[in-house]
């Protein structure tokens, strides 16, 4: 009987283990293959024959895992480009890497690692499996990105890939909307009303909302959770309501259509996000060193910038950027509370979807989007940080 579930450290069965498995994934793309040509029986044979082939020369001849996985991306490549061109080149390489990475992954008893060594092979199965389901669920979010980049980059003006591009033809790329965006004064006004309001709503929110962390964060403040809830209610309220609040309020005392209150409206949103950072950062926060402090003559306001506010700076600035991020790509309440002379880059976007249909929303969305990407590693960097400083985590 071949045994197929080995303790950590030796190879499992290549004929019974490896082999079966990687071929069933080489049928899978082979499936793929297949039906995109009408061939789904050859694709589906085809890709098997070829996966356990693939298992079998790695096994014997480059059992080591990085050089095998490139190994056979090249090889892959290879064969993409003489039956495919450019477009299976690409897609060939990518096949390979993961082709020659899981075969490699089962020879040599990898998938086993986050496991204990006592663990049965049903409870080896299921880590696996949640692993791969969580995998899945990243690319269902991801995946809508993914596409809008590569089409931001179209030569016509359609919101699908083309047969040039989907041949990566060169003469199907090309930057026009990018440069549209650049210099069609629709676009840059409604950049520079964004650029105008992010910052002055960030600067009010996280002024309020620092205040608001530090107060609440006191054990002595009557109604603590009640009034926490009450300033964080914008971001559980549906926005459409709020938008709709805020019109009504704005409009009785004079807000309504100006740069003031599109300021404020945004100043909102982005205050529960500040209070809920910085309040997280001030739990790690030792009062004596405020005590201290104090005991030394220092007032509140200087004890505040001198001893409170180096240590919890990072969570400060990770609310910043959550309520710039809010307050750049948020759109019904600018709606509600602004005017033709503060459009702001998401309405000149909302625009151009609804009625001109125009392709540089994508790239507008491809720079937002890796605006975002930065921000929040810079989030990250910094939540990283703050744990250092309050020793939650390894230096």
């Known amino acids: 009987m071949t045994t197929i579930v080995t303790p950590r450290g030796t190879s499992p069965s290549l004929t019974g283990f490896t082999i079966p498995l990687t071929a069933a994934l080489g049928g899978f793309f082979g499936l793929l293959a297949g039906s995109a040509n009408d061939m789904v029986l050859a694709g589906l044979v085809a890709g098997a024959a070829i996966g356990a082939a693939t298992a079998w020369v790695l096994a014997r001849f480059l059992p080591d895992r990085r050089r095998g996985k490139w190994a056979t991306a090249a090889v892959y490549a290879l064969g993409g480009l ?26 040599s008893g990898r998938y086993r690692a986050g496991v204990p060594v006592y663990a049965t092979p049903l409870q080896v199965l299921w880590h696996n499996s949640y692993l791969f389901i ?24 359609f919101f699908t890939f083309t ?29 520079r009303n964004s650029v105008r309001i992010a910052p002055a709503a960030t600067l009010l929110s996280v002024s309020l909302g620092t205040l608001a962390a530090i107060g609440l964060s006191r054990p002595h403040v009557p109604f603590r959770r009640a009034i926490m809830a009450i300033l ?53 926060f030792d009062e004596s060193l405020t005590r201290a402090s104090a005991s030394m003559g220092a007032g509140p306001v200087r004890t505040f910038f001198r001893v409170q506010m ?46 001109q ?8 969305a491809t720079i937002l989007v ?20 309050r020793g939650m985590s390894p230096g």
């Open 82 to 107: 003489l039956s495919g061109g450019t477009t299976g080149l690409v897609a060939g390489g990518v096949i390979g890497l993961v082709m020659g990475w899981f075969a490699l992954w089962l020879h």
């Open 310 to 355: 180096p240590l919890i700076l990072p969570g400060v600035i990770s609310g910043a950027l959550f309520a710039f991020i809010t307050s750049f790509d948020e759109v019904v309440v600018v709606l509600f509370v602004g005017s033709a002379g503060q459009k702001t880059l998401p309405w000149q976007m909302f625009t151009g979807l609804r009625e």
């Open 357 to 364: 249909i125009s392709p540089t929303i994508l790239a507008v």
């Open 163 to 191: 047969p040039k591009m989907l041949a990566l033809d060169p003469e199907g790329y090309s930057l026009r909307h990018y440069r549209d965006f650049f210099t069609n004064p629709d676009w840059q006004q409604a950049l």
């Open 370 to 389: 890796t605006l975002s990407i930065l921000l929040l590693t810079t989030v990250e960097l910094l939540r990283r940080r703050s744990e250092r400083l």
């Open 134 to 157: 969580c995998g899945l669920i990243f690319f269902f979010l991801i995946a809508p990105i993914i596409v809008v980049i590569p089409l931001s980059f179209n030569a016509e003006e």
């Open 232 to 284: 964080i209610s914008p971001m559980i309220v549906p926005l459409i309501i709020s938008a709709a609040g805020m019109y009504f309020f704005y409009s009785r005392i004079g807000l309504q259509g100006t740069y003031a209150g599109v300021v404020l409206a945004h100043a909102a949103l982005g205050i529960p996000f500040v209070i809920i950072t910085v309040t997280a950062t001030l739990v790690g």
